[in-house]
């Protein structure tokens, strides 16, 4: 019988210089494409945060200490917000509800809630730094087409604001005798410019950092999610929260 002659199998082999030319192609293009900034939805002329609903990362620094968390912030115009604080285990840690100068703090899991005015919110723990909030939110517009450098304003108590404007129009930061805001990293939420990051800083020392993911503006926001339910509570004047 004729032997049978079966052909050595063909290997293909890519030599070592082919292969870092691939290498060093495919960093190119990923390194091309990361280069690319994503681009922003334009700003609308005029637009305003009238509601807003985000995910939020917040530092409190005080001569006290500091402290810091997760949660979500609800926000209505022109005075009316709601700061949920949740423990790493994603319960609800503390409420914080703000109508005018009324605030209302809530500790779920004592089954207690402090109110009163803003001004008796206890200095540990920086919580008197919210009597900033409406002042770092409100008075002063996010964006002004056309304005760069600085514009001067004094408020019906007298106080007076210097607001600090980019070359697009964006507030940068803001200074009062009471303290200092800073804003970053402008976002557009449907056309309304916003910030990513605002922090901002009194007089006593407190320093707050807000971080915001994926925020909601001038969306519909109803009035039970900024209005406290004290139902089953112990409620108690603000004035007596100490140590909790």
Known sequence: ???????????????????FALLAVLIFITAGCAAVPRPREPFTPGATVETLAASVSLSVKSPEGSSGGTGYL?????DRFHLVMLTPFGSTALEFFARGDR??????SKGVAFAGAIKD???????QGWQMMRWVIEEDPLFVPGTAGTVERTDDKGRETVA???GEGLLQSKTSEDGKAVYRDYLSAGGVPFPSVIEFSDNQG????????????????????LTPNLEGLTLLPLQSMVGN
Request: charged share 25%; with cysteine.
């Open 103 to 108: 605030v209302t703090v809530i500790f779920p």
């Open 164 to 166: 600090r404007y980019d």
């Open 1 to 19: 019988m004729m032997p049978i002659f079966i052909p050595p199998c063909r290997r293909h082999f890519t030599k070592p210089s082919s292969l």
């Open 74 to 78: 609800l926000y209505r115009h022109p």
């Open 206 to 225: 407190v320093e707050v950092k807000i971080s915001f993911d994926e925020p909601e503006v001038n969306g519909p926001i109803d009035d039970s999610s």
């Open 121 to 127: 919110l206890p200095a540990k723990g920086g919580l």
